[in-house]
Structures are given as structure tokens and as C-alpha cells.
């Protein structure tokens, strides 16, 4: 089956450090991938999005590249800021037909929280 | 424009009570979808729908039931609540040319509920 797999977390960080929340997935087919934030209390929000092999999705200040060879698509940001602390999704959606329905098929979240 | 709306925001309820969640979009989409949210456990999928008058069981579809009268709402009921559903309730929505792209959904700010 299709299946996503995120870093375990929590994860704390300084403001201005680097960072990384990996993700890897299994599918059947070529999914598209997407990374979504939680803020606290909110709902989700599309934060980036790749839907082919080697695209790279891009916002405020976060990148991740579809890398189809080693099936990930990890989430990087050069200089956290504490305003960046939530929990972060990645999914995947492929094609409806099968079991797909155009479902997305979420990681477990990663919590990220950003100190002064 | 207001996209995804969910009501209530939250709700406490007694085991064994029942209760209905609405969801409404107005974006003329003809997929719908209700997803839970654990900690540790990202989001999966309870049912969806394809369109007015159809709808289909997910993932955890146990304890819930759905309908899909009208094309902008999707109901997700809760017959006899049990402490295991105590969970943040996120639905969804997109159109076909949506899910045939590959594209993301629009999600809904949430109702949380705690069943005692």
C-alpha cells in the first residue's frame, strides 16, 4: 500500500538554525507530494508542493525536492524563526482509481519548536 | 469566498450520545472527504464522496456514518460516541480536475471533540 513516513520528533531548534524534517514514501504510481503546517490551534495550511520527479516546491523560506531514486521529499529552511514552531505533514496523493480517490495519505507529523 | 466551513469548533459530549459535524463548501467541488487527526498518527481518512448522493467508506470508517444530500455539504455522524473518538475532525474538499492532477485539497479548520 502507499505509505509515508516523517522523522520521529519532536524537534527543537534556535532561531536561525538549519533545518530538516526528512520524509519517505512508498506508492503505487507517481504521486504528487505536499508539505503542510499545523499552527497551533489552527487547521492545516499547504505549505509547498512537487508533482514530478526532481521538482522543487518553494515558501517562505522552505524547500523540498521530489527525489524519485531515493523516494523522499524532506523538508529544508536555512534560518528557523520562532514563528515557524508547528506541526509539519508531509502527504502524498496519486491518481483516483484503485484505492486512491484522490485521498491523501499522511506522515505522522513533526513537531517543531523554535527557541529565542 | 469563505472555502471550508466546519461546524461546531468543538464539542464535548457522554459516551453513548450522538451527534452530527458539518461540513460545507462553496467552491462547487464535487470531492469530499472527513479525515481524523491523532497524535502520532497524522490524518486518515474516515469516508469521502465523489459527488451528491454517493458516499464511500475509508480507513477508519467504524463508528461513523456520512451523507452527502446536497452537492456543498458532507455530514459526518457519530451515533453512539465512544472515548476512542475523541479526536480533531478535519474535512476537506476538491474538484475532479483536482484529484485527476494530483492536486491538493482544501481543508477545513477543524472541530475538536472530546468524548468523556
Known amino acids: 500500500g502507499n505509505s509515508v513516513t516523517q522523522m520521529e520528533g519532536p524537534v527543537t531548534l534556535s532561531e536561525e538554525a538549519f533545518l530538516t524534517i526528512n520524509c519517505t514514501y512508498t506508492?503505487?504510481?507517481?504521486?504528487?507530494l505536499f508539505w503542510y503546517v499545523q499552527y497551533p490551534g489552527e487547521g492545516l495550511q499547504l505549505l509547498l508542493k512537487?508533482?514530478?520527479?526532481?521538482d522543487k516546491g518553494s515558501n517562505k523560506g522552505f524547500e523540498a525536492t521530489y527525489r524519485k531514486e531515493t523516494t523522499s521529499f524532506h523538508l529544508e529552511k536555512g534560518s528557523v524563526q520562532v514563528s515557524d514552531s508547528a506541526v509539519y505533514f508531509c502527504?502524498?496523493?496519486?491518481?483516483?482509481?484503485?484505492?486512491?480517490?484522490?485521498?491523501?495519505?499522511f506522515g505522522q507529523g513533526t513537531i517543531l519548536t523554535v527557541h529565542p | 469566498n469563505a472555502g471550508v466551513t466546519q461546524t461546531p469548533k468543538f464539542r464535548v459530549l457522554k459516551t453513548g450520545q450522538s451527534m452530527t459535524l458539518l461540513c460545507a463548501q462553496d467552491?462547487?467541488?464535487?470531492?469530499m472527504y472527513w479525515y481524523r487527526q491523532d497524535p502520532g498518527m497524522g490524518l486518515r481518512l474516515i469516508h469521502y464522496?465523489?459527488?451528491?448522493?454517493?458516499?464511500a467508506k475509508g480507513e477508519v470508517p467504524d463508528g461513523y456514518n456520512v451523507s452527502r444530500l446536497k452537492k456543498q455539504n458532507f455530514l459526518l455522524g457519530l451515533e453512539s460516541a465512544a472515548p476512542s473518538q475523541t479526536s480533531v475532525y478535519f474535512c476537506?474538499?476538491?474538484?475532479?480536475?483536482?484529484?485527476?492532477?494530483?492536486?491538493?485539497?482544501?481543508f477545513g479548520p477543524g472541530t475538536r471533540l472530546l468524548v468523556l
Open positions: 476537506a474538499s476538491s474538484s475532479l480536475a483536482g484529484v485527476l492532477s494530483k492536486e491538493t485539497q482544501y
Open positions: 506508492a503505487t504510481g507517481y504521486p504528487s
Open positions: 512537487a508533482t514530478k520527479a526532481d
Open positions: 502527504a502524498l496523493t496519486l491518481s483516483p482509481g484503485g484505492t486512491s480517490y484522490g485521498k491523501l495519505t
Open positions: 467552491m462547487n467541488h464535487e470531492y
Open positions: 464522496s465523489v459527488g451528491e448522493g454517493t458516499t
